[in-house]
């Protein structure tokens, strides 16, 4: 069925390193991708989203890659700081217009 | 320009039993998501609402329902509730119907049912 996976359930970076946490997804009528960061006891956060006709789009130190070719998306978080410390999640708007699907997330631990 | 906002922060029901969840979205939203996230994983949709209808659905069953009102914001009901309900709930608005759009996350109610 439809699917939205990470590669990765646990990425640790050292204060200051870019980060780059990876997501895979099954579906290939997915227009419209988003990266959403989930902190302790919080709702998740909008980071960044792209459309499926780019395939770079910049924000505030992140920047997000869409491979459709093999179905790959990535975030990119520069010079990345303590206060990225959280669960990032991937997710895609599949066939229906309705839902979005998420991935189980990945969680991004920073080492100082 | 308020956030969306959720009440209560946390609950603690009993099997069987009846829960109304309650959710303020963000000023100038006309939609509302709801999302069931367990614990360690991705959030899951429920249902959206688009000027108080039901603009989709996902893979749950009936006992779980939702309403929106006329200033947007919305109630998720779940009926007869089982130990597998225990879960954060997720309330997120849009400004527009349908999932392509930026959906703005509130706190979320954490549920607990024993």
């Known amino acids: 069925g439809e699917s939205v996976g990470l590669h990765l359930p646990t990425l640790s970076v050292q204060e200051g390193d870019n980060s780059i946490i990876n997501c895979a997804y099954s579906n290939s009528a997915s227009d419209y991708f988003i990266w959403y960061k989930q902190e302790s006891g919080k709702g998740p956060q909008f980071i960044i989203d792209?459309?499926?006709n780019m395939d770079k789009r910049q924000g505030q130190r992140v920047t997000v890659l869409l491979n459709k070719t093999v179905k790959h998306l990535s975030l990119q978080i520069a010079a990345t700081q303590p206060g990225d410390s959280a669960v990032y999640f991937c997710?895609?708007?599949?066939?229906?217009?309705?839902?979005?699907?998420w991935g189980a997330g990945t969680k991004l631990i920073i080492k100082p | 320009e308020t956030g969306v906002t959720q009440s209560p922060t946390h609950l603690i029901k009993t099997r069987g039993q009846q829960v109304t969840l309650r959710c303020s979205s963000q000023s100038g939203h006309n939609t509302v998501s709801w999302y069931q996230q367990a614990l360690g994983q991705g959030p899951q949709f429920i249902f959206q609402y688009y000027r108080e209808e039901e603009n989709g659905r996902g893979n749950f069953p009936p006992r779980f329902s939702g309403l929106q009102f006329p200033n947007y914001s919305s109630e998720l009901n779940v009926n007869a509730l089982e130990l597998d309900d225990s879960a954060l709930y997720l309330c997120a608005s849009s400004p527009a119907g349908g999932q392509s759009e930026t959906q703005y996350f509130g706190p979320g109610t954490r549920l607990l049912v024993l």
């Open positions: 792209i459309r499926s």
């Open positions: 997710a895609e708007n599949g066939e229906s217009n309705y839902q979005l699907i």
